[in-house]
């Protein structure tokens, strides 16, 4: 129940630094770091580690990027939606 609403706290957080940064670089690495983290809590092995770690930096930097893109068009809140959907899954 609190990772959920962890989850979703840290997504909202993320959205919030892309519109005043304005850098998905930024907003990518936060999360990949985040991903890092607790997945070496987690006791994962390096090369999974370092595998997870690079493709949920390039996803969440595409993800981002789409977001930046589309602002200020209703594409944008499509892309945060199926973001969201995705996250939960």
């Known amino acids: 129940m ?3 609403i962890v989850q979703f706290m840290i997504f ?5 630094i892309l519109l005043i940064a304005r850098s998905p670089v930024l907003c ?3 999360y990949a ?3 890092f983290f607790f997945s070496l809590l987690g006791g994962a092995s390096f090369l999974s580690l370092v595998f997870n770690t690079s493709l949920i930096f390039g996803l969440s930097f595409l ?3 789409l977001l930046l893109r589309y602002e200020g068009y209703f ?3 499509v892309i ?3 973001g969201l959907f995705i996250l939960f899954l």
């Open 28 to 30: 990518a690495s936060i």
């Open 12 to 16: 909202i957080a993320l959205i919030k």
């Open 75 to 77: 594409l944008f809140w």
């Open 63 to 65: 993800y981002y990027w």
């Open 2 to 4: 609190y990772g959920i």
């Open 80 to 82: 945060m939606i199926v």
């Open 33 to 35: 770091s985040i991903v």
